[in-house]
């Protein structure tokens, strides 16, 4: 493992995953980021994209991982029972959430989705050490040599937007969060401000916004106005809807870089659209 902090897209999608050819480009995948630096493996999210992830670790054991998970709707979870391992004994995992308010707690919402009548088996499968740890958004955590800033977002029940710094490089991963048409979000300008990657809530263009209105995302245009406003190096546009295809997103990406057109040092451009398998090294 790198000791430079670099960010792997394990799933990109958005709400539901997708299959079809129509998404072969980009990947199907919901949300789960693999972040490596100071020689620790940082997992956020636990969509299922988490499961070719934990395919890749398994042969790896014994292992240590943390999973920070922005929210717990199901599209950011429904990963985790794949997770392979969780079912090694060898193995740590400990899972975060900054987002939840009592009576809630992630254990509790992680036992609620293995219950009868939708799911087979309990929390009692898992063989690893597994621990829950709940934490306020807003303030600051600490893995090893790697550092991390939390901010909360604007996104129905909650979300936690995170900002994790080492080796004097940043990425922030800012999703599930609805932007105030006309202002930037400060909370997001101040924690992503002079970082190397935002990735972004890119759910919908402007376009499209009006008809998901409280919806709890974002547009792709409003991810380059904060990039902007932050100072940010590479805009990494995120979380796609369903409905947008391959095609659709090359779209999205010929207009994204006619927008912040360019490479920062080090020869990353100023914006890339995330797909399945994409690795960003600041």
């Not at 070719?52 to 979870?77: K, N, S, V």
Request: charged share 20%; with cysteine; net charge negative.
């Amino acid at each position: 493992m790198t000791d430079g902090l670099k960010v792997r897209f394990w799933g990109v999608r958005g709400s539901i995953s997708c299959s079809g050819a129509e998404y072969a480009r980009y990947g199907g995948n919901t949300s789960c980021l693999e972040v490596s630096a100071g020689g620790r493996r940082l997992i956020f999210d636990a969509g299922t994209g988490i499961r070719p992830l934990g395919l890749e670790l398994a042969r790896l054991a014994p292992l240590d991982i943390d999973i920070y998970f922005t929210h717990t709707h199901l599209d950011h979870l429904s990963g985790l029972t794949f997770f392979a391992p969780l079912f090694d004994e060898r193995n740590s995992v400990r899972l975060w959430a900054g987002h939840l308010e009592p009576p809630y707690t992630l254990k509790q919402v992680v036992s609620n989705l293995m219950q009868a009548p939708i799911y087979p088996v309990t929390l009692d499968i898992f063989k690893a050490q597994v621990q829950f740890i709940e934490f306020e958004a807003g303030g600051a955590l600490s893995c090893g040599a790697v550092t991390m800033r939390t901010a909360a977002l604007n996104h129905p029940n909650g979300a936690t937007g995170y900002r994790i710094d080492h080796g004097g490089k940043a990425i922030c991963y800012i999703t599930d969060t609805e932007h105030r048409p006309g202002e930037r979000d400060r909370t997001i300008v101040d924690l992503c401000r002079g970082a190397d990657i935002m990735i972004y809530d890119s759910s919908y263009t402007d376009a499209e916004y009006e008809r998901y209105r409280g919806w709890g995302h974002s547009t792709w245009q409003e991810g380059v106005r904060l990039a902007d406003a932050a100072g940010v190096g590479t805009l990494a546009i995120f979380h796609h809807d369903p409905s947008h295809n391959d095609p659709f997103m090359d779209d999205v990406a010929r207009e994204a870089a006619a927008l912040r057109p360019g490479t920062v040092a080090g020869g990353l451009p100023r914006v890339v659209v995330a797909h399945e398998g994409l690795t960003l090294a600041p």
